[in-house]
């Protein structure tokens, strides 16, 4: 049962320490996105690849936030120096684009919820 | 950029028919999904327009208008276990979907 798998669950951490959150996307998909989801702004696009290469990462503040992917298995989310404003569910989706087609869905992981205390 | 908006809350009772209205404003248009998500779950996808018209799937039709810029997700005979949030979701030119905040839909006895 193919799926997009991150780590951690959950994440605890205090103020200005660094989080990294990753995520396996399912095989042979070959685009990523991270999305933060919070109460107030709903699900945003924070980044995304498409064959490991950055497409766009418009939605991420870059002075603390970093995003990339060492390996077609492997996506990483990095948060340096975290702040109390990030505590969200972070969560990695994964799909299969450039088949001819623009139905293909994304597939999503169960999420990382980070809290900063 | 994309405005996507939906309303924020809904009830309806148990074997009703609930609809959850999606309108957007996009500079390309490649699709309109939506999605299900269960308090504390991933969103899990539901449904997929790319022209007008109605697409039908069991108990659950989505519907899209390209030159109103609208759709609605129609939720047929009404069950305990569709309570969960509904997210509109837009693809314009690139590959990314670009999602509404999400409807909250509870479902009563």
């Known amino acids: 049962d193919a799926r997009v798998t991150q780590t951690p669950r959950h994440k605890v951490t205090e103020m200005g320490q660094e989080v990294t959150m990753r995520c396996q996307p399912i095989?042979?998909?070959?685009?990523v996105f991270w999305y933060r989801q919070t109460m107030m702004q709903g699900l945003e696009l924070l980044a995304y690849f498409r064959n490991r290469a950055p497409l766009d990462d418009s939605g991420m503040p870059k002075d603390r936030f970093s995003a990339e992917m060492p390996d077609a298995t492997l996506a990483t989310l990095k948060i340096q120096p975290s702040e109390p404003r990030d505590s969200a569910v972070y969560f990695c989706?994964?799909?299969?684009?450039?088949?001819?087609?623009?139905?293909?869905?994304?597939?999503f992981g169960s999420g990382t919820q980070l809290s900063v205390l | 950029g994309q405005n996507i908006d939906q309303p924020t809350e809904m009830t309806a009772t148990e074997g009703a028919i609930v609809q959850i209205n999606c309108t957007y404003q996009t500079s390309g248009f490649n699709g309109l999904f939506w999605y299900q998500q269960h308090a504390g779950e991933a969103p899990t996808f539901l449904s997929y327009?790319?022209?007008?018209g109605l697409e039908e799937k069991g108990r659950f039709s989505s519907f899209l208008s390209r030159s109103k810029g609208y759709s609605y997700l129609l939720l047929k005979e009404l069950q305990m276990k569709d309570s969960a949030s509904y997210l509109c979701a837009v693809r314009n030119s690139g590959y990314a979907l670009n999602f509404g905040k999400g409807t909250s839909l509870l479902v009563t006895p």
């Open positions: 989706a994964s799909g299969l684009a450039g088949q001819g087609a623009s139905n293909e869905k994304l597939f």
């Open positions: 095989l042979g998909h070959n685009t």
């Open positions: 327009n790319v022209l007008d």
